[in-house]
């Protein structure tokens, strides 16, 4: 059994168009995979510890090799015990909304927690970052209120959204990503048929 793991980062729930073209995607890909586990994660329910700074020397002692405290320690299996979750799955559905050009805080705090060394890089000084996830697929559904990719004009936003993701998850060694957009969701004459457009790409990705 594979697992596909959901990851919602609006608070919107199901009045986020991310969110909906996801289920959409999600509801096609399950009807057509028998062998597919679902697991979500709502960002905004989740119990996230703040990466503070025992958890930031935590970090750093696994990278130059040093040994951790014991407040160090427990720290970081809480942190291995999130980043399990994420790299235990075979497949990955973000529904991620754009919030000022990048990604919403909760996210970030979540790749913040699990994206660590030895789980899912592994850092060598003459080669850089090596990712140690393999063989993963991610679905990666974007939504954005005024930026969208065939308007030129930086006035109506830059995308430092999906860069980021695609950067951070080839960093982790996730290379194989799919993507949906609905973009833009405000500054569009048919914002509903515009919607379904978005859901109908959604199915037939997932059917494919």
């Not at 990278?63 to 299996?77: N, P, V």
């Not at 705090?109 to 970052?129: E, K, V």
């Amino acid at each position: 059994m594979n697992k596909i793991l959901f990851i919602k980062a609006s608070p919107r729930d199901d009045a986020s168009g991310s969110i909906s073209i996801a289920k959409v995607y999600l509801d096609a890909l399950l009807r057509n995979r028998s062998d597919l586990a679902l697991d979500t994660i709502d960002l905004w329910l989740e119990d996230l510890p703040q990466f503070d700074g025992n958890r930031a020397n935590a970090k750093i002692a696994v990278i130059t090799g040093q040994e951790q405290t014991a407040s160090q320690k427990t720290a970081w299996d809480r942190i291995t015990e999130i980043a399990q979750r994420f790299i235990s799955a075979d497949r990955y559905v973000f529904a991620i909304p754009m919030w000022n050009g990048g990604i919403p805080y909760r996210l970030k705090q979540y790749i913040d927690i699990i994206h660590q060394p030895g789980l899912t890089f592994s850092l060598n000084p003459d080669t850089g970052y090596s990712g140690l996830l393999k063989n993963k697929k991610a679905t990666m559904v974007y939504t954005s209120g005024a930026y969208a990719q065939s308007f030129p004009s930086p006035a109506f936003g830059v995308d430092h959204q999906s860069t980021y993701m695609a950067s951070w998850l080839n960093q982790a060694g996730v290379t194989d990503i799919e993507e949906i957009r609905f973009q833009p969701t405000l500054l569009t004459a048919e914002p509903a048929a515009d919607l379904d457009r978005a859901k109908a790409a959604a199915q037939a990705m997932a059917s494919a």
